[in-house]
């Protein structure tokens, strides 16, 4: 499991040691990250932070992954963390080199990646969007989430200035916003929409509508517990208004409609039980008619409001996959541009005229390599034809089979790391084509490699 206590506390110490771009420790986090494998990413950030390397690129990861693991509950602790780490503690984490970039780069990349989830989780509309949206727990967290996100902004800005993180921190609070108004809407409202509240009455039980329900209902309640004064001193006014009828004297429905008044004060001397029966028959039949006669209308109203419901969801989820998928790209290009920027070990092309030396990392396969070769020429200088054929034979072999990224990786990792971010981009443009124009760029690259490059660059200005 994940301990968040790990980096969720103010740093006194600087990191043990800064990760070089080569490290292969680093770039295990970051290919299991590039891989979409997050929770062994995470843990295996997680064992750098046990051995005291406090390094910004493997955060977010480290923090997406405690997201993945806890839920939406964790969010808060997510950004109280982040909020920390950008205030006393900020000194102590690594790199030193460049450390405002790569705290930009690691905060929008972890901010973009959690939207990403929200958003699947929305679209799909599942059992884990349909709880952050219930009312429950969850609404809490949501609301300590808002309350920092202000903190964490004012942070951002006092560290790291106009940083490109800002625009995705404004999407989570929007994002989080809605979703606690929406859980708040779900809530059941008392004396709203709520048709089995039942009423007690003299001479029977009748159903009560809208807010009079609520308060009949409380009421009855309380009578039906307590024996209060409150429906005593209306039975009594009741039987004092008409000893003979009291069910009649006391129905809602009587009272409230205009023809059944008119009928009582019409024959107010009639006292036996046939007029009595009578009256309360007049009362049924004027109480259900306009609950009859309403309920077309009501269809239609209901009818209208989803159609614009649908209709509106429909477009707030076109608005929002469009805002979706200009974030992830907005997310891309300045990961992508982030990735350039590093330092390399070695360029493709030198700048000006001249041979131009390089300095490659020597990683233990170029050792060996090395030190082979070297054999080779002491073994021929030594006259020991047979060993040095055994070493000339071996090292054939690995000129015949042999791979660059074994013995070069830092020359190849650049690349890598841009394919990974715009190869979906690229797929479409590598199928065989038999085009004219595309065979003529082939060519060109062939022939002219800087031409190819300045004539692409000059058309995109």
Known sequence: MLDLSMIDRD???????DLETTDERLAKVM??????????????????FEGGTYDLRILGPFLFGVYLERGMEIVPEILGSLVRMLSSSFAFWGPQNKKQLHADNMLKWLLATMLRDFRLHETGQDDTWKQWNSGSEFTISERQGLKLIPELHERIVNQLGNAKALPYLLQLESMLHKMELSAQSARPRVGRGRDDFLSVKLGGVEAATGEESSSESNASDENSSSEGSSESSS????SSDSSSAPSNSSSPSTSSNPSATSSSSSSPSSTSSSSSQGSGDDSDSNKSTPSSESSPSSDDNDSEKREEDEKR??????????????????ARDAEVAAVQAEESPAEAE?????????????NEPFRLLRRKMAAFQKLVSAGEHQRAAIVAADL????????????LPSLFRKFFRVLSLVGNDLTPHMTERTDLSYKALLQLYQVDLDYFVRSASSKKK
Not at 11 to 17: K, M, V
Not at 235 to 238: I, P
Not at 396 to 407: E, N, S
């Open 11 to 17: 740093l006194t110490e600087p990191s043990a040691s």
């Open 31 to 48: 290919s299991l990250t590039a891989s979409d494998h997050f929770s062994e990413a995470a843990e295996a950030a997680q064992s750098l």
């Open 235 to 238: 039975d009594e006014s009741s």
């Open 313 to 330: 969801r429909a477009e707030e989820s076109e608005r929002e996959a469009k805002e979706r998928e200009e974030a992830e790209r907005a």
């Open 350 to 362: 030198p700048s000006g005229k001249g041979i131009r030396s390089i300095s490659v990392p020597e």
């Open 396 to 407: 054939l072999q690995i000129m015949d089979h042999f791979d660059p990224r074994l013995y």
